[in-house]
Structures are given as C-alpha cells and as structure tokens.
C-alpha cells in the first residue's frame, strides 16, 4: 500500500560535504511522517465516531509496520461501514505482509466484488495466486487489471513472470517488452526478459538485457553472472571470467560466481580449485569434491 505522503515544506541547510539537498529534503519528510503516525496511533478509540477515523489511523499503523494494528482499526472501520472497497483492499495489504494469503485474496475479493473497476486489487490478488503457485489464476488476475488499466505497467511485468513460470518464454518476453515501453528504466524488467531469452537460446539478445540492466543498476551482480554464463556458453571464457569476478567484487558470498568462474578457468586450463574452494565454503562443494580433492 502507498501511504498518503503530505508534502511539507521546511527550511533545509544543505552541505555538500555531508548529504545532498534531495537526500536530507527526503530524509526530513521520512521524519515528519513518522511523527505524523505515531501522533495518529496515540489517538484513543473513545475520540473515534466515523469509519474513517479508524481508516486513517490504520494507515499510521500500516506506515508503521503495525500490520496487526492495522487490520484491528480496517475491521471497526467495515463494522460501522462495509461497504468501501479501499478499506478491504488496504486489509488486504496487511494480511499480506503477515503471510495471511488465504485472509488477503479473501479482501482483494471483496474489495472486487464492491467495486469491479478495481485495477490495483486484481493486480494484488494476482501476485498473491502466483506466490500460491496458482499461476494461471495469477494472469487471469493480471489479464484483467489491465484490461481496466492499459498502461498498468506492473500487471505487465507480473503477468510476465507468471508465464515465466509457466515456461511461456515468448510471452513473457512480450509483456516485459511492454512494462519496457510503458517504463525504460526498470532493470529488474531487462534482467528477466534477458531470462526468457536465454532460455530461447537468444543468446545475443540475452546479453544485451543483461548489459541494459548493469547500465541501469551497475551493482546488479545476478546480472553480471548471469550474462558472464552466457559468455561462457559462447565461448568467451575471458569475458565471461570479467563478469563473474565483477559479479564477486559487488558480492563476495556470491557462490554461484565463484563456481562459474572456476568453471571458465577449467576451459582455459587456469587454476580452478581455488574459486571452487570458495564456493564449497559458501555451501556447493559438488565441483571442489569431484576435481580438486
């Protein structure tokens, strides 16, 4: 759930030495926010009369990482009023975050049934069913959000990896393409297209997501190592050794790098037994076990 953020404004001292004018800006409006929830949360039931005086405050208490809290003051506030889809929606949201899955999907489903055009609770309910394995009711969710929302460009990228998981690669590369076009600057949606391709054997056009995304996020390390094994695949066992020892440098428990990389020195008759060493260290011995002992 987004919180309402206020926008407040306030005298900042900036130095350059010590935080950016944005970072300290941020860090003020965090704090103030705070204090405006904790001043909510302390207001006492007998003050209440209105649905949405218990629906303000359980947002606080959402805010705060009160989910038990939270879902207390969403369930006085459908006592008195049971008929606003937000307040079951925002539940839902709670529910959530305490694993309730069945108790949240229950709420989102409310929350439809209130109000039928609610984009962003088939789009909840949906990740949900796909966290629950139950894929194809996932993009049935995500199929209708957007539907209601044509440029709801999270459905996009979550019905995606639904069918990801199903192994409809082509599909899920046409509804990262999408989230792509609707949002350039996502290097989450570049990495997992790059996924699909590979498994397409789209080797080139694998590399180039990958590449997309360490441009987008330069401590992508799944991204270096990912793209390193596709180099290796390739061939380019001196490439594929750079993305790897990168993919280390922003991870050093990174055990599939190791491994991988070890895997890349075998090929070019390097020493190998020490990245297979780090990774049995790191918990996959099987390499290290069967070439260096």
Same mark, same amino acid.
């Given at each position: 759930?987004?919180?309402?953020?206020? #926008?407040?404004?306030?005298?900042?001292?900036?130095?350059?030495?010590?935080?950016?004018?944005?970072?300290?800006?941020?860090?003020?409006?965090?704090?103030?926010?705070?204090?405006?929830?904790?001043?909510?949360?302390?207001?006492?039931?007998?003050?209440?009369?209105?649905?949405?005086? %218990? $629906?303000?405050? /359980?947002?606080?208490?959402?805010?705060?990482?009160?989910?038990?809290?939270?879902?207390?003051?969403?369930?006085?506030?459908?006592?008195?009023?049971?008929?606003?889809?937000?307040?079951?929606?925002?539940?839902?949201?709670?529910?959530?975050? #305490?694993?309730?899955?069945?108790?949240?999907?229950?709420?989102?489903?409310?929350?439809?049934?209130?109000?039928?055009?609610?984009?962003?609770?088939?789009?909840?309910?949906?990740? #949900?069913?796909?966290?629950?394995?139950? %894929?194809?009711?996932?993009?049935?969710?995500?199929?209708?959000?957007?539907?209601?929302?044509?440029?709801?460009?999270?459905?996009?990228?979550?019905?995606?990896?639904?069918?990801?998981?199903?192994?409809?690669?082509?599909? /899920?590369?046409?509804?990262?393409?999408?989230?792509?076009?609707?949002?350039?600057?996502?290097?989450?949606?570049?990495?997992?297209?790059?996924?699909?391709?590979?498994?397409?054997?789209?080797?080139?056009?694998?590399? &180039?997501?990958?590449?997309?995304?360490?441009?987008?996020?330069?401590?992508? /390390?799944?991204?270096?190592?990912?793209?390193?094994?596709?180099?290796?695949?390739?061939?380019?066992? $001196?490439?594929?050794?750079?993305?790897?020892?990168? &993919?280390?440098?922003?991870?050093?428990?990174?055990?599939?790098?190791?491994?991988?990389?070890?895997?890349?020195? /075998?090929? #070019?008759?390097?020493?190998?037994?020490?990245?297979?060493?780090?990774?049995?260290?790191?918990?996959?011995?099987?390499?290290?076990?069967?070439?260096?002992?």
């Amino acid at each position: 759930m987004k919180s309402f953020l206020f #926008l407040l404004m306030f005298p900042v001292l900036c130095s350059v030495l010590l935080v950016s004018c944005n970072d300290a800006v941020k860090n003020k409006e965090i704090e103030l926010l705070k204090k405006e929830n904790e001043a909510s949360v302390a207001i006492p039931d007998n003050n209440f009369k209105r649905a949405s005086d %218990y $629906y303000n405050r /359980a947002h606080s208490k959402y805010d705060l990482k009160d989910y038990d809290g939270a879902i207390a003051d969403y369930t006085k506030a459908i006592e008195i009023d049971p008929n606003v889809a937000s307040v079951y929606y925002n539940r839902a949201n709670s529910k959530k975050y #305490l694993k309730d899955y069945d108790g949240a999907i229950a709420d989102y489903t409310k929350a439809i049934k209130i109000d039928p055009n609610y984009a962003s609770a088939y789009n909840n309910r949906g990740y #949900l069913k796909n966290d629950l394995k139950d %894929y194809d009711g996932a993009i049935a969710d995500y199929t209708k959000a957007i539907e209601l929302d044509t440029d709801y460009v999270k459905s996009y990228y979550n019905r995606a990896n639904s069918k990801y998981d199903l192994k409809d690669y082509d599909g /899920a590369i046409a509804d990262y393409t999408k989230a792509i076009e609707l949002d350039p600057n996502d290097a989450s949606v570049y990495y997992n297209r790059a996924n699909s391709k590979k498994y397409l054997k789209d080797y080139d056009g694998a590399i &180039a997501d990958y590449t997309k995304a360490i441009e987008l996020d330069p401590n992508y /390390a799944s991204a270096y190592n990912n793209r390193g094994h596709l180099k290796n695949d390739l061939k380019d066992y $001196y490439g594929a050794i750079a993305d790897y020892t990168k &993919a280390i440098k922003l991870d050093p428990n990174y055990s599939k790098a190791y491994h991988n990389r070890g895997i890349s020195k /075998a090929y #070019l008759n390097q020493n190998y037994c020490e990245d297979f060493k780090n990774s049995c260290d790191l918990g996959n011995c099987e390499a290290y076990n069967k070439l260096c002992k």
